[in-house]
């Protein structure tokens, strides 16, 4: 019989397998609103990853921390689109 | 194992899958438009299905969680929005996905943003 922790520990694996995947298009975006676009789903992913290491340590204080990293990264990717739209980069 | 757990495993096996199909798709399709569709979409079902898989692993977390479940779904198409006005001004898309009709330029429809007022 498969364990809980032990199914959780693949979960956060294939988590890090799809961050993965968002750092290769932060790294190859032609330009600036691309890398927006990753920077918005590495937030997501990490808000994903705090839950489930919460889950997995028995640790539900994380829960809070991942409510105010949702946020955080909600601020962050406005910013960063306000700014797109005041700048000239082309 | 536990119901409770089979529940919270269930929940958060589709939201990673869900997430992983996000990313998948930010990587591999070729345009801005195209990629912030997919992430925005897929991305906030997927989050949204973690979240309530620790909210049933910890029920005395749950309200806390609904809230973070219900402030995805609002500020995910906020961001998404800005980030697409952005892009249509400070980028080019690709040559066969030109646009025959820009209903974004400037022909004096669009709200010029509010001059701020001098103080003092």
Do not use: W
């Not at chain 1, 676009?37 to 997501?44: G, H, Q, R, S, Y």
């Not at chain 2, 992983?20 to 299905?49: E, N, Q």
């Amino acid at each position: 019989m498969i364990s809980f922790d032990f199914l959780i520990d693949l979960l956060l694996g294939v988590l890090t397998v799809s961050l993965a995947l968002g750092f290769i298009r932060l790294k190859r975006g032609p330009d600036v609103p691309n890398r927006t676009v990753a920077f918005d789903l590495i937030t997501l992913h990490a808000v994903g990853m705090v839950a489930l290491i919460a889950i997995r340590h028995q640790a539900p204080m994380l829960l809070d921390i991942a409510l105010v990293a949702a946020v955080l990264g909600f601020l962050g990717t406005m910013l960063l689109a306000r700014y797109l739209e005041e700048s000239d980069e082309k | 194992m536990t119901t409770l757990e089979a529940i919270t495993i269930i929940l958060a096996t589709i939201g990673v899958l869900i997430m992983l199909i996000s990313s998948y798709g930010v990587l591999r399709f070729p345009d801005v438009f195209m990629r912030m569709h997919a992430f925005s979409k897929a991305g906030t079902l997927g989050i949204s299905c973690l979240i309530l898989a620790a909210a049933v692993y910890y029920p005395e977390y749950l309200a806390r969680m609904i809230v973070l479940v219900v402030l995805f779904f609002l500020t995910g198409p906020i961001a998404t929005t800005a980030i697409a006005r952005a892009a249509l001004r400070a980028s080019t898309p690709e040559d066969h996905l030109h646009l025959t009709i820009n209903e974004m330029q400037d022909d004096g429809m669009i709200k010029k943003p509010r001059k701020r007022k001098k103080t003092g």
